[in-house]
């Protein structure tokens, strides 16, 4: 019994945690989730919920007050917002990853993931964000589950064929643009331009890959209509590319993530032991 719990652990078929919750660190259900949400205690991961305003907020492409919007003037928008939060939390570690999610569910909505190389860095810095606000609103920081990305986004938003749209469950992440992404990620050793899923591709592949992703996302700005889904009169474009280029690594998969969080709870353990019997 225990065994067969430990392999439908954050499924579909665990009827007791959430497994949405368990990939994407966030569930649109909330507090009135039927499962469990297993919040960890110690991650490298932090949420930002809802920080992240888009100027086209209420109507995809249109400002506050009906305007037309110009899809270069969202995308610098988004790039100062993108550099503020890098610089500030930065500060505390390495970042390895800072993903903004572009999607319109209001549990997804605007939510920022940055994870640190490190764990206490990232205690550092939700430490620090505590009471503190970005652009007059408070900031909801908490410890995150994520920490494969891959596992949290949407591979056809990726290729520009989402049927969801902006209302998508999994992250549709947005980019930015390669110049920023070289100032602030360059600083660091071992960075690579894409950061997509071919870990093993050549820099010129990645640069290439990571140029079509820019462009399918200027794409997306462009054609986002009314509701958020992409309008489709490129007919739903695909990828086309070689078996090669399609393929994806081995992700990391449950039993590693459930190995990660049941070390986290025995640390947390531990430490709560530790000062039991200092006392």
């Not at 990726?158 to 992440?173: A, D, K, L």
Request: proline content about 4%.
């Amino acid at each position: 019994m225990a065994e067969h719990l430990a392999s439908i652990f954050g499924t579909e078929k665990d009827r007791v945690n959430c497994p949405f919750y368990f990939k994407i660190g966030a569930c649109r259900h909330g507090d009135r989730c039927s499962r469990l949400h297993n919040r960890p205690t110690i991650s490298p991961t932090l949420l930002l919920s809802n920080t992240y305003h888009r100027p086209d907020m209420i109507t995809p492409g249109v400002d506050a007050q009906g305007q037309p919007l110009d899809p270069h003037k969202i995308q610098e928008h988004f790039e100062d917002f993108y550099e503020d939060i890098f610089e500030e939390l930065s500060k505390f570690g390495e970042i390895e990853n800072l993903n903004v999610c572009d999607n319109l569910a209001d549990h997804m909505i605007g939510n920022v993931y940055v994870q640190f190389k490190e764990e206490d860095q990232a205690a550092a810095a939700l430490q620090s964000l505590q009471g503190r606000f970005y652009s007059g609103r408070p900031i909801i920081a908490d410890f995150s589950p994520v920490t494969d990305f891959r596992e949290a986004t949407c591979r056809q938003y990726e290729e520009n064929n989402c049927n969801r749209g902006g209302y998508c469950n999994f992250m549709h992440v947005k980019l930015i643009g390669r110049d920023l992404r070289r100032k602030l990620f360059g600083r660091y050793r071992g960075y690579r331009v894409s950061r997509s899923r071919s870990r093993s591709a050549s820099p010129r592949r990645r640069d290439r890959d990571y140029d079509r992703r820019e462009r399918d996302s200027r794409d997306r700005d462009r054609d986002y209509r009314g509701n958020g889904r992409r309008n489709d009169r490129d007919g739903g474009r695909k990828r086309h590319g070689s078996p090669r280029r399609s393929r994806s690594p081995v992700r990391e998969g449950s039993e590693e993530r459930r190995a990660r969080i049941e070390q986290w709870n025995r640390e947390r353990e531990e430490k709560q032991l530790g000062s039991v019997l200092d006392l």
